[in-house]
């Protein structure tokens, strides 16, 4: 395992949760998988048994999310490095969104985040050290129409993310804020996605960079879209 600690991700899902675990994986990171499914997460953490750990867990629920912190620090080693990448989004008119869908899409998508990254902190501010990644999205910037139920919980986990950094950055913890401006792509029989199309292992990498930043040069945010994407 590295020497430096483990890396807990939630939202793992078979798209840029699963890159990013395994390129952590692969720097020798133990990593804790977070998601619902159990069964999902244990075909993934298959793939690479000996330094990926399925834990099913509701994001939105503190006494969880704590739990698999501890669970996290008891089995890998300290967390060295927390990544909030959960969200779940159903477009729909403002005149048509249901109450529970808003709730459920904001519950998911910014008190997870909170929740996540407030256990994360308790316990790297006292070891003085730490990185806190938030995954965001264009959604993060501006709402479009049919995308109240995405834009508000974005607006409000980019705004967690500042408030954090600005009062644990001081302490020793690097908190920062990932826009992804753009669709991730998908591989298509085994090959190599589209680069017209964010690359799920080129972001992990970008994560990884952020993770490993000096202190003397820390981002709080950065954006990453593919090169043909209009902003």
């Given at each position: 395992?590295?020497?430096?600690g483990?890396?807990l ?8 949760g ?9 720097e ?19 793939r ?8 099913p867990?509701?994001v ?8 698999a912190v501890?669970?996290t ?14 969200g ?6 403002i005149?048509?969104i249901?109450p ?5 899409c ?8 909170f929740?996540?990254?407030?256990a994360?902190?308790?316990?790297m ?22 995308f109240?139920n ?5 607006f409000?986990?980019?705004a ?17 804020h ?5 669709q991730i792509?998908a ?13 799920a292992g ?18 709080q ?11």
């Amino acid at each position: 395992m590295n020497s430096e600690g483990s890396v807990l991700i939630a939202g793992v899902g078979p798209g840029l949760g699963l890159a990013l675990a395994t390129r952590f994986a692969h720097e020798g990171y133990g990593v804790a998988m977070l998601a619902r499914s159990r069964e999902r997460l244990a075909a993934m953490a298959a793939r690479i048994p000996d330094r990926l750990v399925a834990m099913p867990c509701d994001v939105t629920d503190p006494v969880q999310v704590d739990a698999a912190v501890d669970d996290t620090e008891r089995r890998l080693g300290p967390v060295a490095c927390a990544v909030f990448n959960a969200g779940t989004f159903r477009p729909a008119s403002i005149l048509d969104i249901a109450p529970s869908d808003f709730e459920r899409c904001w519950r998911v998508g910014a008190f997870a985040g909170f929740l996540t990254g407030q256990a994360a902190a308790r316990r790297m501010v006292p070891r003085g050290s730490g990185t806190i990644l938030f995954t965001g999205a264009t959604a993060s910037l501006r709402g479009g129409a049919q995308f109240a139920n995405l834009a508000a919980p974005k607006f409000a986990l980019r705004a967690v993310a500042q408030s954090m950094a600005r009062e644990l950055g001081p302490r020793g913890i690097h908190v920062a804020h990932v826009i992804l401006d753009g669709q991730i792509g998908a591989n298509v029989d085994g090959g190599r996605p589209p680069d017209s199309r964010l690359g799920a292992g080129a972001i992990a990498e970008a994560y990884l960079a952020l993770h490993r930043q000096h202190r003397s040069a820390w981002s709080q945010e950065i954006d990453l879209r593919p090169w043909v994407e209009r902003f």
